[in-house]
């Protein structure tokens, strides 16, 4: 009622009567550009023993936000939930780390020794002295001397506190492979045993991701947590070697009929030359080649993705019309494109404006699924709905001989930071 747009569709419904909860239900305002996470159960899988709800509940404070009184976790609760939400991802944003440096700093302040107790109850007093002893390394927060000091005599700490510190300074910025990953989540625990029972259940445990990877029902089910590590390899690699960052959009395959829909609302023909940005296996260039006679450019960073692209452009028959490039979109000339092509997050879509707005010429359109450009007023919008209860809303523009209306690139990237990746 309030104008959001909601992700939960038929498939959803089904799935979830299967037990197969999400993690989050995701609403999105299209004209305000915000979004809107609810979150199940389904998050906590991260948390090495379960959260006590009822006591989170009777612990909850008053803040001002808005101009009302709302209700929120205790200090003492926020701490241990944002370390382990932090070190979940790698401490990969400096924002989380900023989160902590300011909540240490509240007028009212934090009894230590109830945070430090709360995250020993969570199996999570690793990952909060580690979040402290960033906090205060790399933006200097003031901690009390006890909890530096209990922080700095965790040689573990301090070693995973180096690891972070360098990917912040590092001149590229790179994915962990999945050596890597099991590594940082095996030392976040307390000791070895503890550690690897952490990471058997992430490793085997199935999220919305595997659920859609691959569509298994009833007695086949169980199956799942066979397929699960299989599907982490393939997604992030084996070996110690850090993989390229997808800091635009994690893939996440697009189906045919929406495809074909976007290349239509372009209005794709045989004088086009189509770029998608984050081509994945190449199905969008592929399609325009083959039923609509355009050329076809793919740009993707993965160098999985893009041998898939190839294999799929050889399978079709079409690899003389089209062409893969392993590259960061953001450093893409799109100079001889007239069409582009987008299904990435709202940040993704704002990192490339300015590039858009300076590369393409005027007639060139941008058709997006499921994004907004922030500051760029569409030219159609269309909503799609399968009966199998797959759903997208496509956005269209055209360049003119001016620039778009709208914001600023600086403005569209602060308007972009409001929306979580």
Sequence with gaps: SQGYRSDVDARTVAEAAEGKIPGQYQFTHDVRQCIVELHTEGTLRYFPTPLDLGGLGRRLEPVQLGGREVLTFSAEDALPILCVHGSKHFWERLSWIADIAELAQIPQGVDWEAAARRARELGAERMLFLGLHLANDLLAAPLPETILQRARSDRVVCKLGEQVHRQFWSETRDLPGLAQRALFRLRMRGNVWEGVRYLLRLATAPTEEDWS?????????????VLRPFRLLRKYGLGLKRGPATDLARYVPTPPWIVERMLALAEVGPDDVVYDLGCGDGRIVVMAAK??????????????????AQAHARAEGVEHRVKFMEQDAKAADLSEATVVTLYLRLLGNARLGQQLRAQLRPGARVVSRDGQIPGWPAEKREQLREESGDAATLYLWRIGDTPLAGSEPKEMASRAKTAPG
């Design 291 to 308: 039923r609509f006679g355009a050329r076809g450019v793919g740009v993707d960073i993965d160098p999985r993705r893009i041998a898939e």
């Design 213 to 225: 990877d691959a569509g298994l029902a009833g007695r086949f089910s169980p199956l799942y947590v």
